[in-house]
């Protein structure tokens, strides 16, 4: 079980593929059988939530990446080129009248 648990260790994905609730019930049933102390058992779990955190934040740096990318593609105009303009519209009404 610990070579199973290694292996979900060394894919990053083990905290994305089940809940931490999940996990817990899967560890205490381990130190239960006696196939982990209760200290490997909390080391595993702290290893898996880490591991999920740092996974999730590398996926939200990249969908910001390919976000900004793909903003830059399209050439749209920002907020403060919308802004801008919306005051530039307005002064020149202003001055029409």
């Known amino acids: 079980m610990k ?3 290694s292996q979900i260790f060394s894919l990053g994905v083990g905290a994305a593929v089940t809940t931490k609730e999940q996990m817990e019930k899967v560890f205490e049933d381990l130190v239960a059988k006696g196939e982990l102390s209760r ?3 909390k080391e595993m779990m702290e290893q ?3 591991k999920g955190s ?3 934040r590398d996926l939200d740096h990249r969908v910001t990446l390919l976000v900004n990318k793909t903003l830059k593609e399209l050439n749209l105009a920002s907020q403060n080129e919308v802004d801008a303009l919306k ?8 001055r029409l009248h």
């Not at 005051?87 to 202003?94: G, K, P, Y």
């Open 3 to 5: 070579n199973v648990l």
């Open 39 to 41: 200290a490997e058992s």
């Open 54 to 56: 740092q996974a999730k």
């Open 87 to 94: 005051r530039r519209i307005e002064l020149l009404e202003q």
């Open 48 to 50: 898996l939530t880490e």
